[in-house]
């Protein structure tokens, strides 16, 4: 399975757009990214998915570059109640279950 | 639609007692999953179902960690003896066949004395 990397922790604004990258550079082809989020004391919930390119949702847009070695998520206008911890999972479809140490983000008022 | 239920919520016991924790999915959702999630890490999976087969329990602690999910519907996770590590919080998900996206319950948090 693809190991990812992404930043221990961040912090923004109320407001402000948020890119959180994710590095996966051993990705394989048949593999898809997916995004979670985990508010404290309550399971990940999913966020999004993609292949490549871009994918946008009613929460968040996920940006895919040609070489697929990393992935942004981007979070428009964060509030407060954004702050949780996001995880980049890589895999293939059937199975994507391996959760790293995720991403702090703490937006601030 | 109900989410993924999980019982009990907080559980206190002593080392080399025994716990159970409970999980009932997402009516239809063939694939349920136990996670263990330590404080400040990431969730890491302990065992994960199809119907009521395992597919994966190659990171359950097999000498005092035990699963089964009797009829493909609710899934029961047992830890005896306990230990001080194994002090954490314990989610079950459920997602359908082979699908893309995981449905968390809320966690059981078991703090081991």
């Known amino acids: 399975l693809a190991k990812t990397t992404q930043p221990i922790s961040m912090d923004s604004y109320e407001g402000q757009e948020v890119n959180i990258t994710c590095s996966h550079n051993?990705?394989?082809?048949?593999?898809?990214i997916t995004w979670y989020q985990q508010f404290p004391s309550q399971g990940p919930r999913f966020i999004i998915q993609?292949?490549?390119t871009k994918v946008t949702n009613e929460v968040a847009s996920l940006f895919i570059p040609a070489d697929r070695k990393s992935s942004t998520l981007s979070l428009p206008r964060v509030s407060l109640s954004d702050t949780a911890v996001y995880y980049c999972?890589?895999?293939?479809?059937?199975?994507?279950?391996?959760f790293g140490g995720g991403t702090r983000l703490m937006v601030k008022p | 639609e109900a989410g993924v239920a999980q019982s009990p919520r907080y559980k206190i016991i002593e080392k080399r007692q025994s716990v159970a924790f409970w999980c009932n999915p997402i009516?239809?959702?063939?694939?349920l999953y136990w996670y263990q999630q330590i404080l400040g890490q990431g969730p890491k999976l302990l065992i994960q179902?199809?119907?009521?087969?395992?597919?994966?329990d190659s990171q359950l602690p097999k000498d005092r960690f035990s699963a089964e999910r009797l009829k493909g519907v609710d899934s029961t996770l047992k830890i005896q003896p306990a230990k001080l590590e194994d002090s954490a919080v314990y989610l079950c998900?459920?997602?359908?066949?082979?699908?893309?996206?995981?449905?968390f319950g809320s966690g059981t948090q078991l703090s081991v004395l």
């Open positions: 998900a459920s997602s359908k066949q082979e699908s893309k996206k995981l449905f």
């Open positions: 051993n990705i394989a082809t048949n593999d898809y």
């Open positions: 993609g292949y490549k």
């Open positions: 999972l890589v895999g293939p479809l059937t199975n994507m279950l391996t």
């Open positions: 009516s239809g959702h063939a694939t």
């Open positions: 179902f199809q119907n009521n087969g395992v597919v994966d």
